[in-house]
């Protein structure tokens, strides 16, 4: 039988195996269970809110804990430990039984643990992160957890049952969502460690995930405009000359990226003085112009690099069986270990000197999944312990990093564009994009789900390259038509940022004639004929009057944690075809946006949901709610439509 104490608002299970503690953090309940007491709880992501309202009844045989509208009920007999979660109406959302916990040693403290939950048949999920599969309602399906180019793994989901479940595990494994089942798996663990919320409503359980564990900060109005980047800027003189010709055309640009290989060798974390001869008086020079600017940062370090051996002899590098070597994407690399506090240390110093006191003070953190030449984790070890154990959490640690560096150098607007994330990322100024995707329509409309999905996650600030990432044969025709539709469509996320390699690559030369890393076409919005460039300046005007609604959704974003791109539901929950509606969204709370994905359409459908008149943005026209209305969207039109009308003059330059 198993033994249950109280100890102060935490509730106490010993069984034969396990210890299990139940706390409450915000308004849901966290049930943590160990096979050693010793085992610390040093990567939690979860924090407490100060408004915790627990009520605990023990007895002999059995314990309960209320939060708010969550209960967990732990009821034990000679056959185990059974857990029931029900909400405020006393409705069973999930239940497991601990007996049944498939633990596997490995060695030490470490298992592979399967944890299976009873779960409601007739349930919708979403969330989890940023993936490509386009799935929109996640039931019966397969969800890999781990990072990597293009997926970001957050495993947090929620349910059109009124409950959130967050599984508080940074470990590689797979979440598996059955008709009438919930089951999860790590691959090395030292526990069962989750947190549960029931909520009224979608938006409801967002904020209650937010609340513990972390809000945005504040995004600087500097950034919620136009962003110029491209593969790659790789001298100073042609940054600047892109900047002033911008200046010249009175095209408001907001920030110019600098992409990698401004550097001679990577992991040197500092500029090729060959190419970029004057840091400070780039940036200067931009600053004066009105643009920001943003370096590239990655976590590697290639055997040739001067940081190489320092970095080997002082162990500030992730250890591997055999040899150092992580990754031959561009030389032979390793990859830093920002688990490592020294490590932390010695790479702020380099980038403190070679890049923040030359005025750069946004970075752009690539590659912090981070990319392996190897497929198997279990080869890799970080001072947190096997890669395979804490793999999901690497991305999280490169973006503390900067920002916990940043702050105490006295920066208060901390932007950092990031390649991946993990639960909690968010409260680091971590503005997450979609990873190095294909050009196509396909692939836009993907972009389109995996940004519902990553902001019920808990991530605001999402962004994806305008145009896609690889490769496209940039003067066709479905090239200007793909770009010109996903140009609409950034105007409309969080961040509007044009990036992309444009074939055919082209190998530039230093003075002496050495050869330097490939690069793309050149990808401004006048590199693709005068109709494309006078469509993208007319949505970079749109975007830029927009500004002070956009400015209200990051305050909304850093006070309450809701997301900035939304689905259809979580504004409109008792319309139920919202819940079923993937290729629209909500910008806010009074904007719906229905980009076109489809090569060369003019039309398509739109869905208005219930509760609200609507007002269309190309031509004015007011739909009542609960209708779906075929619009026409000529190139240079993107459906907009305004929630009883509000904000109107600010889009209506859509339909002029």
Same mark, same amino acid.
């Given at each position: ?84 979660? /029900? ?44 993936? @490509? ?11 890999? +957890?781990? %990072? ?19 599984? &508080? ?61 491209? +593969? ?20 408001? $640009? ?7 290989? &401004? ?36 976590? &590697? ?15 500030? +590098? ?5 040899? $150092? ?62 890669? @395979? ?57 993907? %972009? ?24 496209? !044969? ?14 609409? /469509? ?61 400015? %209200? ?5 850093? /006070? ?54 609507? @007002?269309?943005?190309? !031509? ?32 209506? %330059?859509?339909?002029?």
């Amino acid at each position: 039988m198993n033994s249950f104490s109280k100890q102060g608002n935490t509730i106490r299970v010993e069984t034969e195996k396990l210890y299990i503690n139940v706390e409450a953090y915000g308004s849901g309940i966290r049930f943590y269970a160990v096979f050693n007491k010793s085992v610390g709880d040093n990567l939690s992501v979860l924090s407490k809110t100060g408004d915790e309202q627990p009520s605990t009844v023990i007895k002999d045989t059995s314990a309960v804990m209320t939060n708010k509208n969550t209960k967990i009920e732990l009821n034990s007999s000679d056959a185990g430990l059974v857990i029931t979660i /029900y909400n405020e109406k006393n409705e069973k959302l999930l239940k497991a039984d601990i007996s049944d916990l498939d633990f596997k040693h490995i060695e030490n403290n470490d298992y592979k643990l399967k944890a299976v939950f009873q779960a409601p048949e007739n349930e919708k999920l979403f969330g989890m992160g940023q993936y @490509q599969n386009g799935k929109f309602d996640l039931k019966n399906s397969a969800i890999p +957890l781990y %990072q990597e180019n293009k997926q970001v793994s957050i495993p947090y989901v929620i349910s059109s049952k009124g409950y959130g479940f967050f599984w &508080h595990n940074p470990s590689i494994g797979k979440a598996e969502f059955t008709n009438d089942k919930m089951i999860w798996t790590a691959e090395c663990t030292e526990k069962l460690d989750f947190w549960i919320v029931a909520e009224n409503t979608p938006k409801d359980l967002v904020r209650a995930y937010t609340n513990v564990t972390g809000k945005a900060p504040v995004m600087p109005e500097y950034a919620m405009g136009f962003w110029q980047s491209r +593969l790659r800027y790789w001298n100073q003189e042609q940054l600047l000359e892109v900047a002033n010709k911008y200046k010249e055309k009175q095209i408001p $640009l907001d920030i110019i990226v600098c992409d990698f290989y &401004h550097y001679p060798t990577l992991g040197d974390m500092k500029f090729d003085y060959d190419l970029f001869p004057d840091p400070k008086g780039m940036v200067d020079e931009l600053k004066s112009m009105g643009t920001e600017f943003m370096i590239s940062f990655w976590p &590697h370090t290639e055997i040739k690099s001067d940081t190489y051996l320092e970095m080997k002899e002082r162990n500030l +590098l992730a250890e591997t069986d055999g040899d $150092l070597f992580q990754c031959e994407l561009f030389g032979t690399t390793a990859f830093f270990d920002m688990s490592n506090p020294e490590t932390v240390e010695y790479v702020w110093e380099k980038c403190k000197k070679n890049y923040y006191d030359n005025g750069i003070h946004l970075f752009w953190l690539d590659e912090i999944e981070p990319t392996l030449s190897r497929k198997s984790p279990e080869c890799h070890k970080l001072k947190a312990g096997k890669y @395979q154990k804490v793999a999901n959490i690497y991305p999280l640690l490169c973006e503390k990093a900067f920002y916990d560096s940043l702050i105490k150098e006295g920066e208060t607007e901390i932007v950092s564009l990031s390649r991946c994330a993990w639960a909690g990322s968010q409260k680091y100024g971590s503005l997450v994009w979609s990873g190095d995707i294909d050009s196509n329509f396909d692939v836009l409309a993907k %972009q389109i789900v995996a940004g519902q999905q990553i902001g019920i996650a808990g991530v605001s600030w999402w962004n994806t390259d305008i145009g896609g990432f690889f490769k496209s !044969n940039s003067n066709s025709p479905e090239f200007e038509d793909l770009l010109i539709r996903w140009f609409e /469509y950034g105007t409309f996320c969080p961040v509007m940022r044009l990036h992309g390699d444009r074939a055919e690559d082209y190998i530039p030369e230093k003075a002496d004639g050495t050869k330097l890393l490939f690069t793309g076409q050149p990808n401004e919005i006048w590199s693709y004929g005068k109709r494309a460039e006078e469509i993208m300046t007319k949505y970079i005007k749109i975007r830029n009057s927009v500004k002070p609604y956009t400015k %209200q959704l990051f305050e909304q974003a850093q /006070y309450y944690g809701d997301p900035i791109i939304r689905t259809l539901f979580y504004e409109f929950p008792e319309d139920e075809n919202c819940w079923n509606i993937s290729d629209e969204y909500m910008y806010g709370e009074d904007m719906l946006v229905a980009p076109v994905t489809e090569q060369f359409s003019t039309e398509r459908e739109v869905y208005l949901p219930k509760g609200a008149e609507w @007002q269309s943005a190309i !031509n004015g026209e007011i739909y009542n709610g609960g209708e779906t209305v075929k619009v026409s969207a000529k190139l240079d039109q993107i459906p907009v439509f305004l929630r009883n009308g509000k904000y109107f003059n600010m889009v209506k %330059q859509i339909g002029e």
